[in-house]
């Protein structure tokens, strides 16, 4: 297998991850957001700019990939602007933590292994999109 081929591989395997953490990502703050059942009672005290950021940032989720999968030339771009945006929002929650807020630990929990993942995405997406570094000197 060609070192071409190996990094085409994983670039499928992360737009897939990415896909599949989106649609979840909807599903799951969709439930809490619009519909009053077990989803918004298990929710406790969730952090409603927290909840609208997710919700909204999965549907990019979705959209960085398929533009992983199709190859874009924006799919890196968007994963950066991805990872950058949550790390922004977890921050903005750990000063409505420090003021006081009401929160729940899940939402730490689930804002640091979404900064995590999205911070692999875009370190990973920029790395396999990069020319591959040839042995040879150069001539």
Do not use: C
Not at 32 to 49: E, I, K, Q, S, T
Not at 72 to 77: E, F, I, L, N, T
């Amino acid at each position: 297998m060609t070192a071409h081929s190996q990094r085409h591989i994983w670039m499928r395997v992360i737009s897939l991850i990415a896909m599949g953490f989106g649609l979840l990502t909807i599903k799951e703050g969709g439930a809490v957001l619009f519909f009053d059942g077990a989803a918004r009672a298990a929710a406790g005290n969730y952090v409603p700019f927290v909840l609208w950021f997710n919700f909204l940032a999965g549907f990019a989720y979705v959209i960085a990939g398929v533009g992983l999968w199709l190859r874009r030339r924006w799919a890196p771009v968007l994963t950066t602007v991805i990872a950058i945006a949550t790390a922004l929002t977890f921050a903005a929650f750990g000063v409505f933590v420090y003021f006081g807020g009401a929160w729940e630990q899940r939402t730490l929990i689930a804002m640091s292994v979404r900064t995590l993942v999205w911070a692999g995405i875009a370190f990973a997406v920029w790395r396999l999109s990069a020319p591959p570094v040839s042995d040879s000197p150069a001539q």
